[in-house]
């Protein structure tokens, strides 16, 4: 008997790739990988061609786009330009050194996790208080709404200098920021989601006379749940984007924020981009493990896939 594969089964497992979920992310990503050379070659060609003529040097359109895309310092990078800065970035210094972007995206991280979990809990905290309490439904929930109207980039240095008169620094500032922009959408998440049971269900609890505890706990927090991760994702983002921006306003050392601002300080726009691509990265990571939470716990709760 042949060890060989049938072509049918190779054919079958083509077609189920292609139809998969691979499929829509592998033809955006082609689509913007065109679109990014484009745009560099629009975005460059006339600096690169300007030293060309400065130079009084004669050149080829071949060697004009060959230029385009692999100038030192141009205006927008080309993909591979900051492919090879990552790949450099990662793989030619250990991961304790502050030249590496593993350390910066760590010291990232550790803020964006700490902040995560503080706006977590208090945005789960203030959701069941407001939904148990009808007076925090109309005094408490419009503060909470009005909050996300202070632009970050405002308050995020009041809270660094506030916290530094303090003897405040490190960690905890930033991560004060990063519960400062996740708690908003947890909150507003799980009050839909524990207002979410039917009234019927409600009473058919009232009926078999639970306690208020028992109607939390066998009715609204399980219905929450679907309601809890979609919140969770939108947060975890947020809170990486607080991190980054806790690092600018103090001149960090450490952090992806510092990387875009030694970036900008020195005109490395391939730099800047790479620090930018790495915090994508992060957050389609960071996106990807609560996914996996949602459907692990959905799973068990018997409502997953």
């Known amino acids: 008997m042949s060890n060989a594969v049938p072509r049918s089964a190779i054919k079958t497992t083509v077609a189920r790739w292609w139809s998969g979920r691979a499929t829509p992310l592998v033809v955006m990503i082609a689509g913007l990988t065109v679109i990014w050379y484009i745009a560099a070659l629009a975005l460059n060609w006339t600096s690169v061609r300007d030293a060309f003529e400065r130079e009084e040097t004669p050149y080829t359109v071949t060697e004009l786009v060959v230029e385009t895309l692999s100038a030192e310092r141009p205006i927008l990078p080309a993909p591979h330009q900051i ?75 009041i809270i660094i200098v506030v916290l530094g008169s303090m003897g405040v620094r490190g960690l905890l500032p930033k991560s004060i920021i990063s519960a400062y922009l996740c708690f908003f959408p947890i909150t507003i998440g799980m009050v839909k989601g524990l207002n979410s049971p039917d009234p019927i269900e409600r009473d058919l609890m009232r009926t078999w006379s639970a306690s208020k505890t028992q109607t ?62 790495a915090a994508a990265i992060l957050a389609a990571m960071l996106v990807g493990l609560i996914g996996g939470c949602e459907r692990l716990v959905l799973r068990r709760m018997g409502g997953g896939r």
Do not use: D
Not at 96 to 123: D, P
Not at 145 to 153: A, G, V
Not at 217 to 244: D, E
């Open 83 to 157: 492919a090879a800065e990552l790949a450099s970035s990662i793989i030619s210094y250990a991961p304790s050194s502050n030249r590496s972007l593993l350390f910066h995206s760590w010291v990232t991280l550790s803020a964006t996790l700490v902040g995560f979990l503080m706006g977590a809990l208090l945005g789960i905290a203030l959701a069941i208080l407001i939904v148990h309490i009808r007076t925090l439904q109309k005094s408490l929930l419009p503060w909470i709404i009005s909050s996300q109207t202070i632009p970050i980039l405002a308050i995020a240095p």
């Open 216 to 277: 939390f706990c066998k009715l609204r927090w399980p219905a929450s749940m679907p309601f809890l991760f979609a919140s969770l994702k939108v947060a975890i983002a947020a809170s990486l984007v607080g991190a980054i921006v806790g690092e600018l306003p103090t001149g960090a050392q450490a952090g992806l924020g510092a990387r875009l601002l030694a970036g900008s300080y020195y005109g490395q726009t391939i730099q800047i981009w790479a620090a930018l691509t």
